[in-house]
């Protein structure tokens, strides 16, 4: 029979996405319902937010509608910054790590053809959610302005060029890396490039002190705080083009608008058609590229010897699984590259505390001390909570397709349960601690404070995490789903609500004693023995809560472990 | 020496296995065969303590895997269908742990895993990550752990899956060298020609029953006709056609 000489369409390459996605959908009616209901709300929600912030800056005099334009090149640049990154990640996934990618490179199919059908996989991937909630956004930026009605249709078109060109860009740049890194390394590296970025971004933002414009309480100071943001806009970059265009069209200024979505459409284009011709040529090479990669271990010496030494005194079964879970998670940058952001998000915590008027003796600086302090404790175990969900309750789907190991060999679950409970719980509970225990030294707190907080938290993490290896053991799933998928699923997010709802518990029961032995330490006066005993019924309550948790949840834990294998 | 007595083991309507009794000697090998959805695997799975029975017991060494799992996971080497492994562990690394798992000593672990990466030819990628091995080099690494703790018996599922021609060859004269030396080998396969050539006996499982048990020989006798001559993928073939009959 004679093969078909026509290339396959378009349409047919994307054709198993589509359906797979039309499935998914289909499969449940009401989740989408719900989602897409979900979705309205939240934009409508967004509207609200920046039209009700636009409209404020707008309102401040002849400076206002120049703040609100310099707010849109700023959002239009930490879009395109953002897009950029994603579409580059995503790019190395979709062209270079993807198995449907061998597919089509093992059929007669056109490498162009291959690019274009990639490439809009590559461009929904990683520019859905930005043009999504633009849309809101750039809408609130048009009623502000009282612009056209032709505002939002054409701001939208320049942002989809725009979106283009930089994913256009983000398959270049990933197809240069991968052809001089293998893309296991590229894909990696990119990670934690990304992760400093976010991480150093928030703390630069956060160190500016934004708080020091309540003081100034006029627009010029604010003027000056956003103009010092970021360096003045370049010609040459799209990103300057869109705000151009956007500005025209914000400020009626027709002439300018053909000429300015003329070169940024034009410029999407010819790079849409560089990356297909560059493609075209190197696709082939730089796949073979990417496959090439051969991840070696950690050096057989010293690090890993280090490492047996260090464990040694454990119990075997103990340091066996710490060993092995430590080298998981340390040659997998997918799992740790989160820690940066999250150092840095403690960076910030404990600085929020720091630039509080920790010196000052007035009523209300004494107030607000006490209040941080009382804030501390639930703080401090919501974010080891969120912790939890990304690195306790993952532990048992990181475990489950290859538990058929553990499963066929002699070990007991309750030892393995015991190590994983280790494993997630100490490096938790130092977390919590500093963070607590840390900042009730910035704010002088008593030492019946640090010890209170600290009995508290070690309680509460531990039922916390015996929750999560429970849940996460229940809820485990064995198709290979990434940890991040597997943390954002619905699964995780009752995970997340139960662990708040037990840290409210907590809180709820030991708010009061708290507040006591506070006034009472400010007032340097010594509490009666009704009071002592109700505060100890107090404590004693949160404590069985505590424990009544951990136990039920690891009961729970270690039956869902043996349903694992 | 393998006992199963009565085992049976539903999924709601579905029948898994049905009444399985079957008696596998020590030093035999025993191949498990039937079609796609015969039961298998949940078999396997229940022999492994992966599943729990409706009723029934298993007995591996004379130990009962529902009482006496550790003692009988001890002396069972195991190989899943779908060997998942930890991507981003060295083979050497795996096998210590695996090792591990098993109380062997941390000295004794590295000797084996030694032997069992030269045995699998795998010695040369020892410092590699397991994400940049193919699925025959996984097999294979899968295979060395359930040979870590050198049990007496192992239970492989679908051991042939993604090994080429040289790593086939090797894997059935190992199975044959263990058997020699005395360990029961319960192997499930779809590769009737090597488990024609290296099982000494043969269950035949439909819908989880047992429908045949025997050497090649009795096997053969229940092909109507077609006499000595008739190869096991014949009578095989022939034994489901007859039963399906029955239905």
Redesign the interface.
Known sequence: MQASTHPPSLGLLLSPRLRVTRRALGAHPRRMVAGLAGLVATLLGTLALFENVLGYFHALGEIGPLLTLRLLELLIVTLAGVTLLSSTIAALSIFYLSDETALLLASPVPLRRIHHARFVETLVASSWMVLVFSVPALLAWGRVHDAHGAFLPLALLALVALLVLLTATGILLASAIVLVLPA?GARDGLLIASALLIGAGLLALRLARPERLEGAGDAGGFAAFLLGLGAGPSPWLPTTWTSDLMRALLGADAPAVPLRLGLLVTSAALAVEASASLLGRVLPLAWSRAQS??????P?GRA?HLL?ALLRPLP??LA?FF??DL??FL??PAQWSQLLLLAALGAIYVFNFSALPIAETTAVAVLLRDLAQLANLPLAAFVAAALAVRFVFTMPALEA??F?????????LEHVWRAKFTAGYLPLLAVALAMAVGTNVLLDAPASTHIIYGVTLALLLAAIVSLGLAMGATHAPRDGRSVAQVAAGPAAMGYMTASLGLVAAVVALELWPLTRLLAASRAREPLGTGAMLAIAVCFAAAAALCCGVTVAARRGGIRALARL? | MIEIESLGKSFGRNVGVDGLDLTIPRGSVFGFIGRNGAGKTTTIRLM???LVPDQGRIRLGGYDIARQ??????I???L?DQ????D???P??LLA??A????LR?RHAVQRAAVLLTEMALAAQR???I??FSHGMKQRLALA??LVHEPSILVLDEPMVGLDPQGARDLRTLLRRLAAGGSTIFLSTHSLAVAEEICDRFGILDQGRLIAEGDLDSLRARVAGRGAGASLETAFLEIVAAREGEW
């Open positions: 296991r990669g051969r991840g070696k271990g950690g057989p890993n047996d075997r079964p066996l060993a092995k080298r998981l040659r997998d397709r290859t058929w190991l553990v499963r066929s060999s002699p070990i007991m294998g | 492994m303590g992966l799992r550790e003692q009988a996971l001890a069972t080497g195991y899943p060997p998942y492994l930890y981003k562990l060295t050497d690394e742990f695996v591990g798992l098993h109380g941390r410092g590699d990550l994400e940049t752990c359930a």
